[in-house]
């Protein structure tokens, strides 16, 4: 069965950094297309960036040119290096792979930016 767990999660001082992990089992790891979302209290759950089989990025509007997503295929993990973080940027952090009509997620980490 498809897991995914992610890891890397805590509290940050604005303008500092963090760096998620998410290691992921029972999938070809190399062709799939993962992503991550978060979902900060009271509100809907958004993407974040994801990165396609070949290494192409996509990134939000509000994550672009602070966060960068990166995977190594060999250790079927996925990263979200997250540089100057706001505190706006406090939300869970899922791990998200769609395998033909299924969806799966981790159980996310939480990222605290707060002075």
């Known amino acids: 069965q498809v897991q995914l767990v992610e890891s890397g999660g805590g509290l940050v001082q604005p303008g500092g950094s963090l760096r998620l992990s998410c290691a992921a089992s029972?999938?070809?790891?190399?062709?799939?297309?993962m992503r991550w979302y978060r979902q900060a209290p009271g509100k809907q759950r958004e993407l974040v960036a994801n990165i396609g089989p070949g290494g192409s990025t996509v990134y939000a509007d509000p994550v672009k040119g602070r966060f960068t997503v990166s995977k190594d295929n060999a250790k079927n993990t996925v990263y979200l290096q997250m540089n100057s973080l706001k505190p706006e940027d406090t939300a869970t952090y899922y791990c998200n792979v769609k395998v033909l009509s299924n969806d799966y997620w981790g159980k996310g980490t939480l990222v605290t930016v707060s002075s």
């Open positions: 029972g999938i070809i790891f190399s062709i799939r297309t």
